[in-house]
């Protein structure tokens, strides 16, 4: 396992979730995301903003309160969206061994905000977001898909790009 501070790595832009300092993943995690970086044009840049979270200690008893109050606000302001609530609050292999990462975009040196509600964003709203940055979007998932990863179902997640390294 490795760990990156905020900043930038060899291209690979780091900022960690809030309230994390810093990104810990596996090498070959980190070789793969670079190799998807190396694929796409000069006006899109891979932004990693989480990776491997163990479940003890401060980090983690924080992220499971988090989930817990997240899960109950979430029921109430999206009830018939109750189907979701694993697939957005669980752990999502974070807590494993780093292989599950999600990642943002920075277009043309701003970082794109696909959910700036985080995971409370509407989905016509995540729509509206999708349609403005499609081309991005595709981009950024297609090279993550060549370079090995698995894009994360959830439309939710996927806007987060959660994504697990397979190989």
């Not at 790595?9 to 190396?38: E, F, I, N």
Request: aromatic letters at 6%.
């Amino acid at each position: 396992m490795i760990t990156l501070p905020e900043g930038c790595t060899t291209g690979l832009r780091v900022a960690p979730r809030w309230p994390a300092s810093q990104v810990h993943l596996q090498p070959v995690v980190l070789a793969r995301l670079l190799d998807a970086q190396r694929q796409l044009p000069p006006t899109i840049q891979l932004l990693l903003t989480r990776g491997y979270e163990p479940g003890g200690g401060g980090l983690g008893r924080f992220r499971g309160l988090s989930r817990r109050l997240g899960i109950a606000l979430f029921r109430a302001c999206y009830p018939r969206r109750h189907d979701e609530v694993a697939a957005i609050f669980g752990t999502n292999g974070h807590d494993l061994d780093g292989r599950h990462v999600d990642v943002s975009i920075v277009l043309d040196g701003r970082r794109l905000r696909l959910l700036p509600l985080g995971v409370f964003t509407s989905l016509p709203l995540q729509q509206r977001r999708i349609a403005r940055h499609a081309s991005a979007i595709h981009a950024v998932k297609q090279a993550l898909l060549v370079c090995g990863f698995e894009i994360h179902p959830n439309a939710t997640e996927s806007l987060q790009i959660h994504c697990d390294y397979l190989a």
